[in-house]
C-alpha cells in the first residue's frame, strides 16, 4: 500500500489552492507541522494544575488520568477488540495519536521529574514542551524497565552533530559498551548511505569503534553492534578483526539482503522492491528539488543515489553559479522545510502509487527523499532478531512531521531527544532502569574508561589520513 512515512495526515499538508487554470491563489503555512499534538495536549491539560495553585496532587491526577486513557487506547487499538468501539477517549482528543507499544509510567516519570527540577514550585512558568518531552521519554523507559532487548540510534544530532562523526572521548561510548555488555542489540539506524561500504562507516564512528576495543569486548559482544544505512536499506553489523599490524580492531562489514530480509521472516524486504516504482519516486523528488533550487535561489548540489536523491549545500564554487542567493554552506531551515514539503506536495499528487513506504525530510543541513523508512528498517530487524516490539526502543532528534524518525513510532518506542548532550541523560536513566545500574557503578564506568585513554589529544593514530564528505563519502584530502 502507498504510503508516505512520515506520520501526516497527507490531508493537512494543503500548500495551494489553484484556480481554474491551475495557477496557484493563495499559499497556506500548515503550522501544525511544527508541533506534536499528544504533548500539546498534555501542556494544556498541565496549565490547568499551573493556573489551580499548582499542587502536585493535582499534577500526579492528570498523569494518573492520561495513564489511563492510554491503557484504554492500547485496548481499542488491539484489533480483537477494535470493533466494540468506535474509537477511543484518547483518539477523540488527540486525532493524531497511533498505536503505543506498552503502557505509559507518567506519574511515576512525573515524580521523579519534579523531585530533581521542582517545576510545581515555579510560580510564573508553567510546564513546556520540552519538560513534557522528557517526562514522556522517561515515562517509556520506565514502562520498558528491564525488558529492553533491542535499542537502535538515529546517528546525526543523536550520536554525533548534524554531519560530524562519533568522538572516542564521548561518554556515549562507555554507555552503549555496559548495554552491549548486557546483551542489549544496538543498531544504528542512519539516512547515511554508504551502501555495503564499511570503512566509510568506520570514518563516523571511529571513536566508538576504538573504544570497544579497548574495553576488551569480545567478538560476540561487538557482533551486537549493527547499522543500517539509507534508512532501511543496507545493514553492516560490526566484527573483531586483526589489522595489517596484527592488532585488534573493530570493523564493520555488510550483512547480505538475502540473510536478513530472508523468506522466513515476516517482514518488509526492501531489496525486492521493484525498481521502476523506486525510479518514479526518485524522479519526481529529483525534479521537485531543482525546482525549489532554482526558485529559492539555493546554492546547493542535488545528489542522486540508488535509493535516495538529496538536496545539500553547494559549496564555495557555486557563489558563482547563484552569485544571488544562499546555502553554499548551510541551507536555512526554512528553505529545506519549503524543500520537504513541496517534494511531499509532488509525491502526494503522483499518478500511480507505489507499493513500500517512502520519507522526505529535513536532515539539518539538507533534505531527503528516501526509499523506505527507519519504521521499516525496525520491523525487518525485529522479525530478523526475534524480538517483540515492547522490547525495542528507537532514539532520535526528528520526530516532526518534515522528521525521518517518526515513522519508527509505527513499529517500536521512541524516545525523542535534542542533542547527543540529551542521549547521554536518556542513556543514563536506561543503565539505572533497565540494567539496574546505579549512579555510583555508571560513573565508576565512565571513569576507567577515561583512566584506559593513554593516546595524547591530537595523536597522529586518532587523526584520519583524509577528511571524509559525509554526504558522497568520498574522501578529500586534509589540506
Ligand atoms: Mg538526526
Known sequence: MASLDIGVNMAEISLSVEGRGGESLR???NQAMRKDKLVEWIKEMMHHSFVLGNSVESYITTMEYIEELVREHREWTDSSRALRRKTSRLKTLVPTVDVFHTELHLKDAFTKYNNKYAITSRKHVPPTFNEIRHVLNLSQLLAIGDDLKFISFDGDQTLYSDGGNFEEKSGLSYQIIELIKAGVIICVIT???YFHDGPKYEVRLQGLLRRFIKAGLSEEEINRFYIVGGECNW?????KRENDEGKLVARIEGVEHEVWQADEYDAPKPSKWPQEEIDRVLDIAEASFNN????????ARILRKPTSVGI???GAKMIQEVPQGHGNEKLKSEALDEVVLRAIDELNNMEHSVSFPYCA???????WVDIGSKGVAVEALQAYFAIEKKSCVHIGDQFLKTGNDISARATCNTVWIESPKETFKILDHVLGISLGLDKMERAATEAKLDDDEQSPRGSPRNTPAGRMNVYTG???PVK
Open 27 to 29: 499559499n497556506h503555512y
Open 191 to 193: 539516512a547515511a548511505n
Open 235 to 239: 545493514l553492516l553489523q560490526a566484527h
Open 292 to 299: 525549489s533550487r532554482q526558485e529559492m535561489r539555493l546554492r
Open 312 to 314: 545539500i549545500p553547494g
Open 361 to 367: 525530510f529535513n536532515g539539518g543541513r539538507d533534505a
Open 474 to 476: 568520498e574522501f578529500e
